[in-house]
């Protein structure tokens, strides 16, 4: 029954160990994190080139503006003085417009830029992670392989112990497995090893002697030599 226990500690243990191998295999918070930040900036990236082309279109509609007044001012087809100084304020005005947009397209672009690089050095860090994980994949891999292997033994080997049990103590186990850890402990001098209370004394020789199965009366683990 103790054999059996400790093949069941072993193989929690190696199961967990391959959880978490195959966790590290799938994926890595760290690489989720990297990508989602390219992409945020790639996203901003393509909004920013999107408003400097529509901040381009603004300025050249304007400068076409201000190309139509300049005919008509200079051209001599507007010659009524009340008329000429209307295009002139309104080529004032026009200017004055195309002059902002201007400086606002520039600082769109000079912004553009500055995220379009920030957009590369993630991206570069994604690289350098991915790098790293494919680098250590194949020895995870490896490793998963050899816990998987071992697991299968265990599993066999538990078998074995399992069915070479009375099944009465083998149910036993069983029950007591489920609530209890250890559910089989050494005796410690007088006492149960699980809960460390005192055994009577003819559970302590009957446990000494080996030849029954011996319950601690407090906790209810069996108790062995
Ligand atoms: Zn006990």
Redesign the pocket.
Same mark, same amino acid.
């Given at each position: 029954m103790l054999e059996l226990q400790d093949l069941d500690d072993l193989l929690a243990a190696r199961r967990q160990a391959a959880r978490a191998v195959e966790a590290r295999i799938a994926g890595s918070p760290e690489l989720d994190a990297a990508r989602a930040r390219a992409a945020e900036l790639g996203a901003e990236e393509r909004t920013l080139e999107e408003r400097v082309a529509a901040a381009d279109r603004h300025a050249a509609a304007l400068r076409a503006r201000v190309k139509v007044i300049d005919r008509q001012l200079y051209g001599g087809s507007v010659r009524n003085p009340q008329d000429l100084l209307i295009l002139q304020r309104e080529l004032a005005e026009v200017r004055e417009r195309l002059s902002e947009a201007d400086d606002a397209e520039l600082g769109l672009m000079e912004e553009g830029e500055a995220v379009a690089a920030a957009a590369r050095d993630a991206a570069a860090a994604v690289a350098v992670i991915e790098g790293e994980r494919s680098a250590a994949a194949g020895d995870e891999r490896e490793r998963l392989e050899a816990l998987r292997a071992e697991i299968s033994r265990l599993e066999r080997d538990r078998a074995a112990v399992a069915g070479a049990l009375p099944p009465a103590e083998l149910a036993l186990y069983t029950r007591l497995a489920t609530r209890l850890h250890p559910a089989v402990?050494r005796l410690q001098g007088d $006492?149960? %090893? %699980? !809960?460390? /209370?005192p /055994?009577a004394v003819r559970e302590v020789r009957a446990s000494r002697a080996g030849g029954e199965l011996v319950q !601690? $009366?407090? !906790?209810?683990?069996v108790?062995v030599r």
């Open positions: 402990a $006492s149960c %090893g %699980g !809960c460390h /209370l /055994l !601690c $009366s407090n !906790c209810d683990r108790v």
